[in-house]
């Protein structure tokens, strides 16, 4: 029916508190692999290596491992219960998958190396440099106990003294306290307790584990995988033969205007250009594909004898002949777009130097004699007009630094003036009189604008007023 849930709980508080006899007192006669908790597992291998019961132990760390085969924890259990069966091999194996799920500061990388190195008798002068390192990153009563053994082992009385104090400081409850105090007393064999594991390397036992190794193999096998992927085979080689791939024709676009820029080239320059190659060009060109043939011949004996090479020099030759099109084609680019901009810039000077030219001529306007004989608004003479003299307006006498009111006004004044003088003109001449309008004669001379209407009306109605006031004074 299944393990219950009050035993798996159980077993792990006991595991954690270390009191493997109680928690292996649970577990007999339960079907631990009724549960697919690989932690569980894992506290029930655990269980089984402290009592030295190795085949229960292996067999629930191996379905524990299954079950989770990125566990570290797993792991670490499983080298340590080869290490103490005399496995030395398959330990070895396991903590190379250790290391390489471990995180970099993970302190059980030290801690498993240290158990390596015992195992390998290693002199205790290098274990004390593993185990002092370990214990500065991460410290327990366990390996605290266990570097006090180490320091007794090597003499080291008052270091052996001072980590047992620690420890029974520390940890209170823990069942190496009493185990501290008697090796601070100097009453506990450390003879037996320090050399825990096999002197020799141990032979597998085919016969007791035949049907828990099938499926460690198996599962060995799939972890090696990770840590070793098998190296890239090659399926298919293909000989570069210097061909090149056609390039697609560029297609005009939306309105009937061909690109200037791009691989596109008209026929003529294509023809042009093999016209003009020479036959030192084809000299070099024949002996060019000469030295190809002979080097294609020494990299093929060179491919036979060496796979590897054969891949880096196709992928060499890729390369090259990547790079050779894409510097045709920036070149070809380049001539087409500095064409492009040369013709553009001769435009451009072209139209400024027209325009300088008729910047340079200055601006003339004939003086036109209407059918009635009157002159128009200068007073030059009709001899004067036909020989084309430049005619200066009367609005560019006015000074542009005057307000828009007294610019009007010195034009009115202006205007005024050379209607006096035309006057005195006409009157030696016996013509009939022609009024000049001259709200028109202003439009006329300045822009029938808006502006302008209301400028000229706005001085008629300040001049008319400034005629009543003056008439009512003088009749006053």
Known sequence: MGISYAVVTKVK??????????????LEGEDIFQSLNPQFLRSCGEVYLENNRYYESREALI???????????????????????????????YYELYVFHAAQDDVGKLYLQYMIQKANRVEACELLNILERACEEQYSDEWGFELALLYASLGMKEKM???CIHIMAAFRNSPYCTLAEDLKKEQYDISNSYFRFPLMEAEEDLETYASLLPMEEKQLEKDMLKIHPPA???????????????VPERKENGFGLKIPFGKKRGKEAEKGKADSSDGATMASEATSDEQRET?????????????EMAITQEGQKTEDRNSDESSTQTRADTEDVSAYIEAVMKSVADIEASAVEEMKNPISFEH??????????????????????????????????LSPKERLEQLMKLIEAERAEENKKKESVPQEEEELDLDEFLMDLVGASTITQAMVKSYREETQSGQEENDKKNEG
Do not use: C
């Open 13 to 26: 508080e006991l595991t954690e508190t270390r009191q493997y006899g109680e928690a292996l007192d649970l």
């Open 368 to 401: 036109i004699t209407d059918t009635t004989g009157s002159a128009g608004t200068s007073d030059v003479s009709p001899e004067e007009a036909s020989e084309g003299k430049i005619y200066q307006p009367k609005l560019v006498q006015v000074e542009e630094n």
């Open 63 to 93: 379905r524990a491992h299954i079950m989770a085969p990125e566990g570290n924890r797993i792991i670490y259990d499983l080298v340590h219960l080869y290490l103490r069966m005399g496995y030395f091999q398959r330990a070895k194996r």
């Open 295 to 307: 080097k294609t011949e020494s990299d093929s004996e060179e491919t036979e004898k060496n796979p």
């Open 232 to 246: 890239p085979v090659i399926l298919q080689m293909e000989d570069d033969d210097g061909t090149e791939e056609p």
């Open 161 to 163: 003294k001072e980590e």
